[in-house]
């Protein structure tokens, strides 16, 4: 009998003891977060003149962002490039890309010194700022991210609108209004697939060229024209990897078997698109001689090379060998590798490498900054977990050859 994966909501229990260790540190961050709004900027950060910006921009927003990139990345390979086996991890990785661009949002949102003027690039147009592009990309492709999850909201239901009491009147109105909905979505949605990987190409590469407009305020090692380019190609690498440590992740917290055959044969891509990225880096610095700063025994030459060798060069390695795409552990291992290795790059670009010309002190994030980042993850996973077993994003395996499962996304790209 032929095997189906049917994507459906989980019926595991929400509270666990790791759950409630999550909801901790989500209030601690929220609660530090409330003294942000309620006391300035200045009250929980060691951000200044000189360091305006600190994790928050380089963890929260830089990083998030790159980290996201398995929702669009995964959509050009299953729905555009009409990669069907791999359409049981598509859900789950834009419903990540979804929650993870929300809180790089929310991020830029708490950032901001005068935050209630956050709706200003939205009427005020600069197009000769990068960061009126990263803003205004980020914006339309979480947008763009949210009519992508709502085929699983109809889905969800569809024939089971059973509002109480007096709204019950409501129910075929409903219920209609979601057919409806559900239909012109079938139709359209090829549209917002394309414009999603448009916008999240442009937005990753944005996101370098903030940082070439640092000029000299940037160590050598990382301030390159090519930078843009690095962004991108990092942000194509991570991708994957954070699929499928996602979908082991997953899997595990969940009690379901992993679903090995798939997510070893996507982490053949890995390799070679670490491979062009890893070129691309050490060919630049080779063109430009910096690799003469990794001569100086010092905090930066170690940084670096720890981004390097333990985040992509190690990784690589693993993820060429058969044993290690084979197995779950070695999988979770190099994949974990590869997201550290860019979350080190985004840390070292917008805060390592960053030095102002007249700074008195150095930066270091406070108590208050990391407790909301980490508060940020927390809230993040506890979202994703809500979200499973609300609405039919995890792929479930079925022995009901009968059945026919429908994917409005795929049926609209074809």
């Known amino acids: 009998m032929a095997h189906l994966h049917i994507p459906t909501p989980i019926s595991k229990k929400y509270f666990t ?5 999550l909801a901790l540190i989500a209030v601690n961050g929220l609660i530090f977060l409330a003294g942000r709004f309620l006391f300035g900027i200045g009250s929980v950060t060691n951000l200044n003149d000189q360091y305006p910006w600190g994790i928050w921009i380089g963890l929260d927003v830089a990083a998030g962002v790159a980290l996201a990139a398995g929702g669009f990345t995964t959509a050009a390979l299953g729905h555009i490039m009409h990669r069907d086996k791999y359409e049981t991890i598509i859900r789950p990785a834009l419903l990540t890309a979804m929650l993870g661009y929300t809180f790089v949002a929310m991020g830029v949102f708490v950032d901001i010194g005068r935050w209630y003027y956050i709706w200003h ?3 005020m147009w600069n197009g000769n700022s990068a960061l009126f592009e990263v803003g205004i990309c980020v914006m339309m492709y979480l947008t763009v991210l949210y009519i992508e999850f709502l085929p699983m909201v109809t889905e969800r239901f569809m024939g089971k609108v059973n509002l ?3 709204l019950s009147r409501f129910n075929k109105i409903v219920d209609s209004i979601l057919h409806s909905l559900d239909r012109g979505l079938s139709k359209t949605m090829f549209i917002f697939i394309i414009a999603g990987v448009v916008l999240s190409c442009l937005h990753q590469s944005s996101l370098g060229t903030l940082m070439i407009i640092a000029g000299p305020k940037m160590h050598p090692l990382w301030q390159t024209p090519i930078l843009p380019l690095l962004f991108l190609l990092s942000a194509f690498s991570v991708g994957f990897p954070m699929v499928i440590m996602e979908s082991l992740t997953a899997s595990r917290s969940f009690g379901l078997k992993p679903e090995l055959d798939v997510l070893s044969s996507l982490s053949k891509f890995v390799a070679p698109l670490l491979g062009i990225y890893l070129i691309g880096k050490l060919g630049d610095m080779v063109i430009r001689e910096t690799f003469v700063y990794l001569t100086e025994f010092n905090l930066v030459s170690i940084l670096f090379g720890v981004e390097v060798i333990i985040g992509v060069i190690v990784p690589l390695r693993m993820f060429l060998a058969p ?21 080190m790059n985004r840390f070292n670009n917008f805060v390592t490498a960053y030095s102002p010309p007249y700074a ?14 980490l ?11 809500l979200f499973v077993k609300i609405f039919p994003v995890i792929s479930i395996p079925s022995d009901k050859a009968h059945i026919k499962t429908k994917y409005a996304i795929r049926g609209a790209v074809k």
Not at 324 to 338: E, F, N
Not at 361 to 372: A, H, K, L, N, R
């Open 375 to 385: 508060g940020f993850v927390a809230l993040e996973i506890l979202f994703y977990r």
């Open 17 to 21: 003891p790791g759950v409630i260790i």
């Open 121 to 123: 690039p939205l009427v």
């Open 164 to 166: 109480p009491g007096f």
């Open 323 to 343: 044993a290690v795409r084979k197995s779950p552990t070695g999988l979770y291992i190099a994949s974990m590798l590869v997201i550290f290795g860019v979350l």
């Open 360 to 373: 008195v002190e150095s930066y270091f994030p406070s108590i208050g900054e990391i407790s909301v980042t």
